[in-house]
């Protein structure tokens, strides 16, 4: 008889078509498809259409040769991913100009009164003033009315301009002076106000106004005023031109947002924790209340918001009521948001500290149950839903060469990382842990500011290059590869990702090195983390050492990274870990639907 | 071994023709080039098409970066590049500001920075 395995993942949809002769299978074709709609839900059936389909064409066979089509029972997890900022700076009453102009002008620290340039002759003589240029004036017509100026026995002694042109200027003055440009907020610039202008030499960076006692020196602060700097300071560091513009009610804060309590109920226990103490903090309560019953968010706060709108999602998805989904893990992850400075003039961001989440749910089984149903009008096939996802992994897993029980595996997918264990008398324990490929990719586009989710999944997918010339790229490990026909210009000078369709210009200035970082970091926050978590509570012992042989399963164990971070951190806890070989042909894919035929046979 | 100190400056070398009528455009690709502070040489040849100029500028220029302007267009080139197949090619009758970005672009091109867009907008 002929058995076709189909595992409905988070995003593949994957078959495995085995002929069963004297009671022994003998694998004949597998299809892998993207998932289509949410995993279990009705739309799940194109997708095991399209999925059984290709392993049937690829074995010469049609639907009807088919005897049994068993599904998995998607029992568990749907996952969702949310981010929460917790904190913020604001500025008030405009203070500060802190940007990085590629072409700044002139060198050194100036100190004056904001002037419009057009204004600047009827200031008194021996006054010192910062002119203030709008995109009306050229640079022509203001390098003239400068030179003028310092003829009359003004002081300029610093410019702040929209346009870029600084270099310009500079290059058509007599007195040298600090040029800030590319200010595109200038209308908002305040006039008649004390402000101090610095420009560091190119490599260099601004030394006078990064520190809160330079900046006291430059104004005249007191000690108190001296203290309500400091976040313009360090707003400031690693800029390599800056303004300050000294207002009367001028304030910048770093504000901390009450992000609301997490309340994890658990079968004996129950803890209530803060978002905004981070997500070691939550972590640490979530292992402490284990197993976790429900987890809500407190009601009217940012933590609440998020977790209800999960539970929301879950409930429109299942068709159950809000009340009956229960979130059964939560990963928490400490990240951080470039946001908008409020208040700032040229579109400066800080750095705001966030707590990722991704949180699991236990979906409910009969959504399999109406899928096979389904399946079975449709096709005339016989459907059947099998076993738990994590046992059936772990048996598609043991057919990797050179495994045996006892073994775990470690299943890592898109919405969640499952674990198994298989003692040497064949007893199986499994773990549903929330955060996994799709939690790497929202913290990849949240640290790098994109909102363009699909960006952030080629970083994460694909290695990245520098296109060092019009012919050749530097590779993340510093290889170099030429080409006979020049690069895209749009390339050029850009960190690209290596897509398989072609090399993919990243857009803004950031550098590979810090691309890569960020990446690197996601995955070993998420999969590291997950690994250790899911292992430690699949362990007969609880604690991670006890554990032997781990293989490595699903489409993110796929990854050019991934397994090898988490081999590595598993060889500490001299676990022996490595990617699975399903079937010794399929690697890491196909576990689940493998280990659904192989379950016929014991009748599970 | 004694330093050849009479080799060529480094230079971006802009080439249009004699007597022209578009002095502003020429004056604006220079302002690109200066704002990205990379020094430049003008050279009046008699010749007609941009991309020729252009490419002679580049094998001219110790650079390899040249920019020909006729009254119809500007042309940005590359040494390393085939004659017939110029980086940027814009229109003579563009905004300033288009002008100006590919004066930028030449000197882009030898910082190795990214390029301006050309439709006066940075990639982002």
Known sequence: MIIAGIDIGNASTETALARYVDGKPEFLASGIVNTTGMKGTRQNIHGVFASLKQALEKAGLAVENVDLIRINEAAPVIGDVAMETITETIITESTMIGHNPSTPGGLGIGVGVTVDIREVNSCDK?????????????????????NHAVKNGIFVNGAIVQRDDGVLINNRVDKKIPIVDEVSLIDKVPMNMRAAIEVAAPGAVVEQLSNPYGIATVFDLTSDETKQVVPVSRALIGNRSAVIIKTPAGDVKERKIPAGKIIIQGTNKKAEINVDDGAEKIMEAI???????????????????????????????????????????????????PQTVKGGMANEFSMENAVGIAAMVKADKLQMNMIAHELETELGVKVEVGGVEADMAIRGALTTPGSDKPLAIIDMGAGSTDAAIINKAGEIKSIHLAGAGNMVTLLIASELGYEDMGLAEDIKKYPLAKVESLFHIRHEDGTVQFFDKPL????????????????????????????????????????????????ERVSPTGNVRDIEFVTLVGGSALDFEIPQLVTDVLSKHSIVAGRANIRGIEGPRNAVATGLVLAYEEGV | ??????????????????????????????????????????VEMEEADPVELAFRGAELSNLGV???????????????????????????????????????NAARLVKRMPFKNLDNTELS
């Open chain 1, 488 to 535: 895209d210009p749009t390339a050029f000078a850009r960190v690209v990702i290596l897509t398989p369709n072609g090399m993919m210009p990243i857009p803004g200035n950031v550098s590979l090195e810090r691309i890569r970082t960020i990446r690197r970091d996601a995955k070993t926050k998420v999969f590291v983390t997950n690994a250790i978590r899911s292992l």
């Open chain 2, 1 to 42: 071994m004694r330093m050849n100190f009479d080799a060529p400056k480094p230079e971006i070398m802009v080439l249009h023709g004699k007597n022209i009528t578009y002095q502003k455009v020429v004056d604006n690709v220079l302002n690109g080039i200066e704002e990205e502070g990379i020094p430049f040489l003008v």
């Open chain 1, 287 to 337: 292992r402490s209340v284990a197993p976790i019953e429900d987890i809500k968010g407190e009601a009217g706060t940012n933590a609440g918001g998020m977790l209800e709108k999960v539970r929301q999602v879950m409930s429109n998805l299942t068709e159950q009521l809000p009340s009956a989904i229960k979130i059964q893990d939560l990963l928490a992850v400490d990240t951080f948001v």
């Open chain 1, 126 to 146: 021996g006054a010192s003033v910062i002119v203030i240029i709008p995109k009306e004036v050229d640079f022509d017509a203001s390098s003239q009315i400068i």
């Open chain 2, 66 to 104: 040249g920019i020909g302007i006729t009254e119809k267009e500007v042309v940005l080139h590359f040494i390393k590049l085939k004659e017939d197949q110029p980086i940027f090619r814009i229109p003579a009758y563009s905004d300033d500001t288009t002008l100006r970005a590919i004066g930028s």
